[in-house]
């Protein structure tokens, strides 16, 4: 059904043949046991460096797994499971099976030199069963399960478990803890509505997040490949809804008395040629704007229609079985007219913002390793109050560059992982080391009504964003190379 449906719509030309690994988890079961065990070592030097007063119990670190979201007032699980990224990073149980579990780590202290892992997985009634099925009992999770040093299948024992160990110190994820099982919560176990409890109300807990963050900012050789894949499907699939996009308007009119292309069509054709090559789901909700639209950053109603001469602002990312992500932006013409004059500005816009682009890689190239992301961005500010001068749309100098600030509200660059801003207690000040991921993307938008701008370039908004790594030799690593920046009509 899927290679017909593939052939019919003619995807299988634009999207490259999926090869087996688009398929499979790259990330042995190990690393997950290497990742907690690094992650205890860089709290017990902190309990150690700051002379906690209890040094000697050892520490305790609680990581939640995120909720199940359910559609409206029912119990039908919502269309993509979003796990915590900081549980998904430590157990790699990348699904919705492990909502509302806990995973406590217990650091070493003055009776074990070892550290111990436990998971509370919430109890199943035989009505869940029957509805939801075996959850994290099902084999398909063993492997991943088998890193964990105790499975307590009942959620009900972590408060007296908490309560026991209440003289360590608890350092907790920034997604807090919020448990939401049945044989906690007073209600019966089955489909009843449950209610939130907090089990760690009363005790002194510290953030982890600075900690794990450290750990998540610096890609393993796995981590990376896994970068390479989502990035790489990501970008083939913007090729292909590309090349949809600028072919669909004869098939609208034809089949629905329409003259345009619906943005909406546009993000489900990503998402399509994205699952179709391996992806799991969506990165995040698409921004596919057309026209004016495309001067609003976080689009995201995605229902007009896109007519010919107008140009799309693709902001669209996926996310692989491993739970990494990418992120990608690109702009293009639907059926444009050299004799159209928005069209010949909003083409001359884009090859000068892509020039851009490519002169911040350069300078990274040079220097990578003494280059912070703020400073990326600073010399964007520069390189945009270049166009604007070239554009005629406010003077030069220095006065051009703090323009480039208001028509370019957003940063150059965020880091990227397993959250799209990923590992964000991370000062974007610090410079550049082998392994961390990030984004390139600058942008510019000239907002209708904006008494600064030519009429002329009103309604327009432009962004070209692609994914980089610093990879070992200490140069820039071009993720998603595989999608042109620049796309004719």
């Known amino acids: 059904m899927l290679l017909s449906r593939l052939f019919f719509r003619g995807i299988s030309s634009s999207v490259k043949v999926c090869e087996s690994q688009f398929f499979k988890r790259l990330i042995p079961v190990d690393e997950y046991c290497e990742r907690q065990a690094k992650l205890v070592n860089l709290i017990v030097n902190h309990v150690k460096k700051n002379n906690f007063s209890y040094s000697n119990v050892g520490s305790l670190i609680v990581v939640s797994g995120a909720k199940r979201m359910y559609t409206a007032d029912t119990r039908i699980p919502t269309i993509h499971f979003k796990q915590n990224s900081d549980f998904l990073y430590l157990t790699g149980l990348n699904t919705k099976e492990a909502a509302h579990t806990v995973l406590i780590i217990l650091g070493p202290d003055a009776k074990s030199k070892l550290f111990q892992s436990f998971l509370f997985v919430p109890f199943s009634s035989q009505l869940q069963l029957i509805w939801e099925g075996e959850g994290l009992k099902d084999g398909h999770y063993q492997s991943h399960l088998s890193q964990i040093s105790h499975v307590v299948e009942d959620i009900s024992k972590l408060p007296q478990f908490l309560k026991s160990h209440s003289d360590r110190p608890i350092f907790m994820c920034r997604a807090g803890l919020e ?106 909700p698409p921004v596919v704007a057309g026209g004016p639209r495309t001067t609003i950053i976080h689009y995201g109603a995605n229902d007009k229609l896109v007519y010919p001469n107008e140009w799309i602002l693709m902001d669209a990312g996926c996310e692989d079985i491993e739970g990494y992500i990418s992120d990608i932006t690109r702009c293009w013409p639907i059926l444009a007219s050299e004799s159209n004059s928005k069209n010949r500005i909003s083409q001359a816009l884009y090859e000068a913002l892509c020039e851009v682009h490519q002169q911040i890689v350069v300078y990274l190239e040079n220097r990578a390793l003494e280059t912070s992301l703020n400073d990326l961005y600073h010399l964007m500010c520069h390189l945009l109050g270049s166009v604007l001068s070239e554009f005629n749309l406010c003077p030069s100098g220095d006065q051009a560059a703090l323009l480039a600030d208001h028509f370019c509200p957003h940063h150059v660059s965020h880091y990227l992982g397993l959250d799209v801003h990923d590992t964000p207690t991370v000062n974007r000040d610090i410079n550049l080391e082998p392994g961390m991921c990030f984004t390139i993307e600058p942008g510019l938008y000239f907002r209708k009504g904006d008494s600064r701008i030519k009429e002329e370039f009103e309604g327009i908004g432009l962004r070209v964003e692609d994914n980089y790594i610093i990879n070992a030799n200490g140069k820039p690593e071009n993720l998603t190379a595989g999608v042109s920046q620049i796309f004719s009509s």
Not at 253 to 276: H, L, M, P, T
């Open 179 to 284: 448990l939401i099982p049945p044989t906690i919560s007073g209600h019966k176990a089955g489909m009843d509505q449950d209610t939130p409890i907090k089990p760690l109300d009363g005790y002194k807990t510290f953030d982890l997040s600075p900690f794990i963050d450290r750990l998540r900012l610096f890609k393993s050789p796995n981590e990376v490949n896994a970068m390479r894949r989502t990035c790489t499907i990501g970008a083939e699939a913007v090729n292909a809804t590309r090349i949809w996009s600028q072919t669909q308007l004869e098939s609208n009119k034809k089949n629905y008395g329409i003259q345009g292309v619906s943005e909406n069509q546009i993000a489900a054709e990503f998402e399509f040629a994205a699952r179709s090559a391996g992806a799991v789901k969506p990165s995040y």
